[in-house]
C-alpha cells in the first residue's frame, strides 16, 4: 500500500472519521492516498480527485464540514495579528481601515456593524498554489474553517462564514462573508 503520510490527506481522512464515520475515511485513505514526498503536480491531482469524489458521494453540507475540519491552522496567531488593530480601533470601520493601511496578506471589506468580507489577494494553499489551473470549489471550503477560527477567536463569539470567491476556483481573489 502506498504512503498516506501528507498532512493535507491525514487532515482529510481526520476530517471524514469525525464527520462521515470510519468507514468513509477507510475508504478515502486507501482509494485516495498522498506521500509526504509528493511533488506539487501529484498533490495537485490528488486534490482534483479527492474533491470529485466528495462531490459524488457527499450531499453540500456534509462536503462543506469535511472540508471546513481539513484547514491548516486553528486561526489563532491571525487572529491575535488582527487583535491588535481591533484593540486600537474606536469602530468596526476604524478597525478595518487600519488594519488595510497596514497589511498585505489579506484585506478587510466592512460591510455592517456585524459583517465583514475578508479577502486573500493570492491562493496560499500549500498543497494546490503552485501549480496554474483551477480545481473544485470544494478544494477551497477548507478556508472557511481557517477564517471561523480566526475571527471566531478575534471577535471571541461565533461567525458564520461563507465562500464568496476563490482564486483557485476562478476567481481573481479568496472572499469570505464573515457576520456574527
Not at 470510519?22 to 492516498?33: D, I, L, M, S, T
Not at 471577535?155 to 464568496?164: A, C, G, P, S, T
Request: hydrophobic content about 35%; overall charge negative.
Amino acid at each position: 500500500m502506498p504512503k498516506n503520510d501528507n498532512a493535507h490527506s491525514l487532515r482529510l481522512i481526520q476530517s471524514l472519521r469525525e464527520n462521515v464515520g470510519e468507514e468513509a475515511a477507510r475508504e478515502f485513505e486507501v482509494k485516495y492516498p498522498l506521500s509526504k514526498s509528493a511533488d506539487v503536480g501529484k498533490k495537485f491531482a490528488w486534490a482534483e480527485a479527492v474533491c470529485g469524489a466528495l462531490e459524488e458521494r457527499f450531499d453540500e453540507m456534509t462536503i462543506r464540514r469535511v472540508r471546513m475540519d481539513c484547514r491548516c491552522n486553528d486561526g489563532k496567531a491571525i487572529a491575535e495579528k488582527l487583535r491588535t488593530y481591533l484593540n486600537r480601533a474606536d469602530t468596526l470601520q476604524d478597525f478595518v481601515e487600519d488594519f488595510n493601511a497596514h497589511e498585505t496578506f489579506a484585506s478587510l471589506a466592512y460591510i455592517s456593524e456585524n459583517e465583514l468580507h475578508f479577502c486573500y489577494p493570492e491562493c496560499y494553499c500549500a498543497c494546490v498554489k503552485r501549480v496554474p489551473g483551477t480545481l473544485y470549489r470544494t478544494w477551497c471550503l477548507c478556508t472557511l474553517g481557517n477564517a471561523r477560527g480566526i475571527f471566531r477567536e478575534l471577535f471571541q463569539k461565533e461567525v458564520e462564514v461563507e465562500l464568496l470567491e476563490s482564486i483557485k476556483s476562478g476567481g481573481e481573489k479568496c472572499e469570505i462573508r464573515v457576520n456574527w
